[in-house]
């Protein structure tokens, strides 16, 4: 997280996607502005979205879907409290309640399907779409990187751009992965082949990108 020297009401903050999700080595911009009444109300939230819609929560406009900002419904501990809420808990509501491993059951009234056959048929070529826009906001980061986060998004994918091809070379083989060192032993259901045939055009891509910023193992 990073502050405008000249605007201290602006924060700008990165998350990195956590290993066992479709968001796993990809990079979440996020732009927070306090409002005159903080605490009293909640930051407002904008998402790098790039115009791709990879989680129910995050908008192609750059709207972030979360109770705790009053951008959705909910109670209790759930929304907005000038005495016990705070910028560390938006952060991480993102990133643990948005940014996981199931994303179809953000869905409004997915959740109810937890547990049944209608949410194990859907839940992974939704999650296989949420990896493929992953992917995808990379090449978007490599070319326009945030302001201020040059030097990072550079850092970040010179040293885990062979963990993605890794990963991708993984799901063209068959296997949906959580994690770029999984083997074809611990792998777990097969990926689709419209993830294959998608991960076919955009890999090469990432090749160049990767290997234009002197990413290590992609040369």
Not at 95 to 109: D, R, T
Not at 194 to 200: E, I, K, M, W, Y
Request: with cysteine; glycine share 8%.
């Amino acid at each position: 997280m990073r502050a405008f020297e000249d605007r201290m009401d602006l924060l700008r903050v990165v998350m990195v996607g956590a290993s066992g999700t479709p968001y796993h080595h990809g990079l979440f911009f996020f732009d927070m502005q306090l409002p005159p009444s903080y605490p009293d109300a909640p930051p407002q939230v904008y998402y790098h979205s790039f115009g791709l819609r990879l989680n129910p929560n995050l908008y192609e406009c750059g709207t972030v879907c979360l109770s705790l900002l009053n951008t959705f419904g909910g109670e209790d501990t759930e929304v907005w409290s000038p005495t016990t809420s705070s910028l560390l808990q938006v952060v991480v509501s993102i990133h643990g309640l948005v940014l996981n491993a199931q994303p179809y059951y953000n869905e409004a009234g997915y959740e109810i399907l937890v547990g049944k056959p209608e949410g194990h048929r859907n839940a992974l070529p939704y999650s296989e779409n949420a990896y493929l826009l992953t992917l995808r906001t990379m090449l978007h980061l490599l070319r326009q990187p945030p302001r201020g986060f040059e030097k990072f998004v550079k850092e970040h994918f010179r040293c885990r751009g062979r963990f993605v091809l890794r990963q991708c070379n993984m799901s063209l083989q068959g296997y949906v992965v959580g994690d770029a060192h999984a083997t074809e032993s611990s792998s777990e259901r097969p990926c689709s082949a419209g993830l294959r045939l998608a991960l076919a055009n955009v890999v090469p891509s990432l090749i160049a990108a990767f290997t234009e910023i002197g990413a290590e193992g992609c040369d």
